[in-house]
């Protein structure tokens, strides 16, 4: 019985891994120094191109806080990302992503919602999480090789079992 358990879960686990996205890796180091300073380089794939021109087009106010940078760097910096947008991109990343509507946040874009609504909230107020945004508490491989496997044993079995791992 404990046998055959096993070897269901390693099944389930096989077709995961065979499924599990992996956004392409941010190479650009303007983008690497200018948006991962404060918290990871997020991935361009997750929003369309309008939410990137909002968001980078106003950096004066960004979730509440002055991340104002130099107009020519900031003309780069959007540049990558419209490049790289849900809706402008064709790498598989971006056609997932992609869904109609602007979002102010990724975490307010119908794909996270779809992977992280199960995610009770005491998962988000961890001392170790504190943010729905703080991906690589998660996924602590997200910015180095793009890979959205998630690794929450810090996690209390109960609540990591709710999040669907
Ligand atoms: C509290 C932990 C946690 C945080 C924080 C978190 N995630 Fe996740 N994420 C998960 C879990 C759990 C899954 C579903 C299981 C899995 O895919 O390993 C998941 C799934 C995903 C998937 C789907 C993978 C697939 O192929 O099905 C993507 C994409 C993703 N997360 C992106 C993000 C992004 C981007 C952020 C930050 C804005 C983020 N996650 C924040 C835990 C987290
Ligand atoms: C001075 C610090 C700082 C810098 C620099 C910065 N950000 Fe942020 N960013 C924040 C804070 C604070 C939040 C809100 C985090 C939260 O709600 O947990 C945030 C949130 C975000 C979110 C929303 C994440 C979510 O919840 O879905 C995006 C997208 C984002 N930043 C993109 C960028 C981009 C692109 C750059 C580079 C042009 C950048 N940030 C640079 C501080 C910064």
Redesign the pocket.
């Known amino acids: 019985m404990r046998a055959l358990t096993i070897a269901a879960v390693l099944v389930a686990m096989a077709a995961t891994t065979a499924q599990a996205e992996t956004f392409p890796v941010i190479q650009n180091a303007t983008?690497l120094k200018?948006?991962?300073?404060?918290?990871m380089?997020?991935p361009?794939e997750?929003?369309p191109k309008a939410?990137?021109e909002k968001?980078?087009g106003n950096?004066a106010d960004?979730?509440?806080?002055?991340?104002s940078?130099d107009p020519a760097v900031?003309a780069e910096?959007?540049a990558y990302?419209v490049q790289n947008a849900s809706d402008v991109s064709t790498v598989r990343a971006a056609t997932k992503w992609r869904a109609n509507g602007t979002?102010?946040?990724?975490?307010?874009?119908p794909r996270?919602q779809d992977k992280h609504g199960t995610c009770p909230p005491e998962v988000w107020k961890h001392e170790k999480v504190?943010?729905?945004?703080?991906c690589l508490a998660c996924h602590t491989t997200m910015q180095k090789d793009g890979s959205t496997d998630a690794n929450m044993n810090f996690l209390p079995a109960n609540l990591k079992s709710q999040c669907g791992e």
């Not at 960004?62 to 991340?67: L, N, S, T």
């Not at 504190?130 to 703080?134: V, Y």
């Open positions: 983008v200018e948006c991962g300073d404060c918290h380089a997020f361009p997750t929003l939410s990137w968001i980078i950096m960004h979730f509440g806080e002055d991340a940078i900031a910096v959007l990302h979002f102010a946040r990724i975490t307010d874009a996270f504190r943010s729905k945004s703080n």
